[in-house]
Every structure is written in structure tokens, then in C-alpha cells.
């Protein structure tokens, strides 16, 4: 009936089942603060995200295009996570202070930390370990996070841009 309506591609959530999983995950004793991300890339449907901002949760971007739908449907910077590989390559040109922005290379902690010193972002490093494997063949390693050769270096930057 759906289909018929409004044709395809068509996508149907229940908000109820978004408040359900929430209400399990909060009840279960947590020794450290632990925040749920949307990711934006997944499911990027309007009521989602407005549903999504209602229960005050944080949305995770990896795309300019993702930044600004988050930023439009008034994520407040602090609840924005961007992620992703090469974004030196395009946040540079976001004014907003306050994201949280987590690096995967060397190059994009020495593009970023400027920046991130200017307008206050949040900077989060991902170390590449022996256990990051391709999920489509895990005969390789994925291409996401910093190599251990690569952390002091990392840290030295930041600290420097501090």
C-alpha cells in the first residue's frame, strides 16, 4: 500500500522502535560515558534526522553534503561527529566551531589542527591495530586509522596547535 502511494525507493521507520532500542541500551550499567552517533551515510532520511536531534542524540557525517543536512536540521555542532577518510580536503571550508572531528591520517592532522585550534573542535585520533580487517576479504587490512609509526607524530601536532 505504501509502495503504491508514494512509489520507490521508500523508506518506513518507526520512531517507537528508535525510543525501544534506546530505552535497552540506557538501561544497561556502563562503567564509562558511552554516546550514540546516527550515521548520517546510513539512513539519511529527514525524519530520521529530526527524530534522531528530539532524542538529543549525535549524528555521526562523513561527506560535506551529510555536515550540511546535519547542520540544516539544527544538530548543534557539539552532537556532530565528522568521520571519514580525506576530509582535509573539504572542512576547511565549515566556519562551525565545536565539531568533533576524529583524524584517520597524518595528513589530515596536519590540514586540520589549525583549524581545529581556531574554532574549537574536538580532535579524536584512530589508530589502525592488526585487528582492523576489510570486512569484504579479511585477508587484507582496512585503510582507516593512523599507523603506529605515524602517532607520536600525530600527537606532536596537536600538541603544538594546541
Given at each position: ?84 577518510p ?15 572531528i ?47 609509526s ?13
Amino acid at each position: 500500500m505504501a509502495v503504491a502511494r508514494w512509489d520507490t525507493p521508500l523508506y518506513v521507520f518507526q520512531s517507537r522502535e528508535i525510543d525501544f532500542a534506546f530505552r535497552q541500551l540506557d538501561s544497561l550499567p556502563s562503567l564509562v560515558p558511552v554516546r550514540h552517533w546516527l550515521s548520517c551515510k546510513t539512513l539519511a532520511i529527514r525524519p530520521l534526522l529530526q527524530r534522531w536531534k528530539h532524542l538529543g542524540r549525535g549524528i555521526e557525517v562523513v561527506s560535506l553534503f551529510e555536515l550540511r543536512a546535519a547542520l540544516f536540521e539544527g544538530f548543534a555542532a557539539e552532537q556532530i561527529l565528522v568521520n571519514g577518510p580525506a576530509k582535509q580536503r573539504w572542512l576547511h571550508s565549515i566556519e562551525s566551531e565545536h565539531l568533533n572531528i576524529q583524524c584517520d591520517s597524518l595528513e589530515e592532522v596536519r590540514v586540520l589542527a589549525p583549524i581545529a585550534r581556531k574554532r574549537r573542535w574536538q580532535v579524536g585520533l584512530r589508530f589502525h591495530t592488526s585487528g582492523n580487517l576489510d570486512p569484504d576479504d579479511e585477508h587484507f587490512a582496512d585503510q582507516f586509522g593512523l599507523a603506529s609509526s605515524e602517532v607520536q607524530d600525530a600527537l606532536e601536532i596537536l600538541y603544538t596547535n594546541g
